[in-house]
């Protein structure tokens, strides 16, 4: 590795910062076989916050109708072929009680943008997850919604929203995401930050167009707005939809971009997506050994998770697979926490309005 990379990842492990001409530079030079110094820093960053603890979140994808048409996504308004579906409360409240006896002490109600659940239906859900079951938090990833919608969420007992801006740049936004406007997209991340969520942003990576220099201002995007989660994944574009014969985004350049997302916030909780999974049978392995520290399993009913189908051939791993997750997280270096496993300076304030 020439000196100039080594001297700019010292400074970024020392700084946790580079200036937007530094991080072009590494995005333009490090490739994946000569990035094991990064990696090194990366892990390190993470062991000084997080120790060596892996911890699991268990989603339940609750409903594929969504009201949006993006170009890459399998459950879009327009495909005609998806067989759509929707969980009763009594359903999901079922998949929680199923996680809960596994030991899982987070559940990830995800749906696509579906207005059929209202926040009053949404409100009693969470309210009966929490006294049901002690100790249990709640992530929501249910996408865009007034700011009225979270604050009622919130005070319902949810502790963290997910919500992906998808891509920074302006005319990828908006030509991947008809009807659709980033900086909407981009107000609801800063109203759910202000509410009191725990708020996970994240990106694409491999959208047509996207550029090295795209992604170093994702990065100072990130680092800005300081979000408690980021989740990032290679497109894996759904082949009945406008960019279903595009090329599948990067595992390798996945993997050292969640490295830099480490070191540029210490503290983030960073999952390795099911999309590095399905793209690469050792994609846990790789996102663990460049700082990632959240795994996501599947708690959904078996017959609705063909259904929930954002991309072909999901790698999604069944949540009661703990041994084999288990294993492949100890043989990566790394150990299983099933606690809440929250961000580790994040208390829960009173919500704004």
């Known amino acids: 590795m020439e000196k100039k990379l080594k001297g700019l990842l010292a400074k970024l492990y020392r700084k946790n910062f580079l200036e937007k001409p530094e991080l072009l530079y590494l995005l333009e030079n490090i490739t994946y076989r000569d990035a094991g110094l990064l990696f090194a820093y990366a892990r390190k960053t993470r062991v000084k916050t997080y120790q060596r603890k892996v911890y699991l979140r268990s989603v339940v994808e609750f409903s ?15 495909n005609k072929k998806v067989e759509r579906y929707r969980l009763p409360p009594e359903t999901i409240l079922a998949c929680c009680a199923s996680a809960y006896q596994a030991g899982y002490r987070t559940i990830v109600l995800q749906s696509g943008e579906d207005e059929f659940y209202t926040a009053a239906v949404l409100a009693d859900l969470i309210q009966t997850i929490k006294r049901e079951y002690p100790g249990m938090a709640v992530t929501l990833s249910i996408g865009e919604a007034s700011r009225e919608k979270y604050y009622r969420l919130y005070q319902a007992g949810a502790d963290r929203f997910l919500l992906r801006h998808e891509t920074i740049a302006t005319d990828l936004y908006e030509r991947y995401h008809p009807g659709m406007n980033l900086q909407q997209r981009l107000q609801c991340l800063k109203e759910l930050k202000e509410i009191g969520f725990q708020t996970g ?3 694409i990576v491999g959208l047509p167009g996207q550029t090295n220099e795209i992604l170093a201002e994702e990065l100072l995007f990130l680092t800005e707005f300081s979000p408690d989660m980021v989740g990032i994944g290679p497109l894996i574009p759904h082949p009945e939809t406008p960019l279903g014969k595009s090329p599948a985004g990067s595992v390798e350049k ?7 997302i480490r070191l540029l916030l210490p503290e983030v909780l960073l999952p390795v997506t099911t999309a590095v999974n399905t793209l690469d049978k050792y994609g846990w392995e790789k996102g663990l050994a460049a700082g990632a ?16 189908e954002i991309y072909k051939n999901k790698a999604g791993v069944d949540y009661a697979a703990l041994p084999e997750i288990k294993k492949r997280v100890e043989n990566a270096g790394f150990e299983l926490d099933m606690s809440r496993g929250d961000h580790c300076k994040r208390l829960r304030p009173a919500a704004i309005i």
Do not use: D, Q
């Open 293 to 308: 520290n959240v795994i996501m399993p599947v708690v959904s009913p078996a017959e609705c998770r063909r259904k929930y």
């Open 64 to 78: 594929n109708h969504c009201r949006n048409n993006c170009w890459y996504c399998g459950i879009r308004r327009e």
């Open 254 to 260: 996945t993997v050292i971009l969640l490295a830099l």
């Open 201 to 203: 942003a994240g990106f």
